[in-house]
């Protein structure tokens, strides 16, 4: 996770409870530190922010696609993006957008890269409009 998540504070109880159980099932190597360094932060308590759970879901849907620091699950790394999604996530939106556009990961759709897409636009993705303008021509 970049150096501004390491003090990312979360929401709820929920957010710390599915990053522990996604490190004991996939026994995650961090490449930035310890994986007790990357929860000391979730421990101090509730944070202000509110996109903290749907953030630490779209670094974890990340890792799995990637294969950082723990084995490829594009199933379960779609899923972890889909729920960050949900929440309103821009980039979770975006991915979702892209996945479903370029048939990456998912089945292409152009109705469904097309909803993602204004869902990142309604939540604030920079390059949403300009994609969504180019998905019409």
């Known amino acids: 996770m970049p150096s501004e998540g390491r003090g990312h504070r979360f929401e709820s109880c929920r957010a710390r409870h599915s990053l522990r159980s996604f490190h004991a099932k996939h026994r995650i190597s961090c490449p930035f530190g310890a994986f007790s360094n990357f929860l000391d932060p979730l421990d101090q308590g509730v944070g202000a922010s509110g996109q903290g759970e749907a953030h ?8 799995l696609l990637s294969g950082r620091g723990v ?3 594009i199933a379960e790394g ?3 993006i889909e729920r960050a999604a949900s929440q309103g996530h821009a980039s979770a939106c975006a ?3 892209r996945f479903y556009d ?5 089945e292409k759709d152009p109705d469904r890269a097309r909803y993602w897409w204004q869902q ?3 939540h604030g993705y920079p390059q949403a409009r300009a994609i969504i ?3 019409g021509r």
């Open 102 to 106: 370029t048939g990456k990961y998912l």
């Open 120 to 122: 990142a636009a309604r």
């Open 133 to 135: 303008e180019a998905l």
């Open 78 to 80: 779609i899923e972890w």
């Open 71 to 73: 084995e490829p699950n």
């Open 95 to 97: 991915d979702l957008g």
């Open 56 to 63: 630490a879901q779209h670094s974890l849907g990340e890792m």
